[in-house]
T-cell receptor
Framework: DTEVTQTPKHLVMGMTNKKSLKCEQHMGHRAMYWYKQKAKKPPELMFVYSYEKLSINESVPSRFSPECPNSSLLNLHLHALQPEDSALYLC?????????????FGPGTRLTVL | GQNIDQPTEMTATEGAIVQINCTYQTSGFNGLFWYQQHAGEAPTFLSYNVLDGLEEKGRFSSFLSRSKGYSYLLLKELQMKDSASYLCAVRDGAAGNKLTFGGGTRVLVKP
């Protein structure tokens, strides 16, 4: 299994809603990442979890709340988002301590905030 | 911080060769990755360089010169399906091995 899966594929939410994005991998990877990607722009790192501990938070607003319940799962909880938060949210994973440590990306969740 | 530059767009003909350049400045260089991303899809890993020289993988090759802060991705025998964005990403060992992406180069392959 060399796949990172993400659900849902598409999400439309209002500014007062609470929703969650989910990411799962079964490659034995111990590092997991959330990226945000706007149209025609590169992915921007949001959070990194290493061995289920948050290791990097790129000064992301608190309306985005990550969670890593176990080594295979990564969630991103969303609350009180703004229309400018509409983007493709990508999850990635890697071994975490390998020399090369290639990150493998999931298909993303396309989020629209109304 | 990091500064990663690559051309915005390139156009090439099916069957031809295209070279996508990437220049970077980083304090703790710890590897350079190339990813391919088709519109609306996730980036997929193409290649990795950490030592100077050329890495070849089928129709794709990637080159690195650490002293010049320079890499290129070479796509040979272009096919229509190679139309995509190509992202150069640098890993910074001085920042927790964080991966920072360049703006991406959109390659359009014409018949």
């Amino acid at each position: 299994d060399t796949e990172v899966t993400q659900t849902p594929k598409h999400l439309v939410m209002g500014m007062t809603n609470k929703k969650s994005l989910k990411c799962e991998q079964h490659m034995g990877h111990r590092a997991m990442y959330w990226y945000k990607q706007k149209a025609k722009k590169p992915p921007e790192l949001m959070f990194v979890y290493s061995y289920e501990k948050l290791s990097i938070n790129e000064s992301v607003p608190s309306r985005f709340s990550p969670e890593c319940p176990n080594s295979s799962l990564l969630n991103l909880h969303l609350h009180a988002l703004q229309p400018e938060d509409s983007a493709l949210y990508l999850c990635a994973s890697s071994y975490g301590r390998a020399v090369v440590d290639t990150q493998y990306f999931g298909p993303g969740t396309r989020l629209t905030v109304l | 911080g990091q500064n990663i530059d690559q051309p915005t767009e390139m156009t090439a003909t099916e069957g031809a060769i295209v070279q996508i350049n990437c220049t970077y400045q980083t304090s703790g260089f710890n590897g350079l990755f190339w990813y391919q991303q088709h519109a609306g899809e996730a980036p997929t890993f193409l290649s990795y360089n950490v030592l100077d020289g050329l890495e070849e993988k089928g129709r794709f090759s990637s080159f690195l010169s650490r002293s010049k802060g320079y890499s290129y991705l070479l796509l040979k025998e272009l096919q229509m399906k190679d139309s995509a964005s190509y992202l150069c990403a640098v890993r910074d060992g001085a920042a927790g091995n964080k991966l920072t992406f360049g703006g991406g180069t959109r390659v359009l392959v014409k018949p």
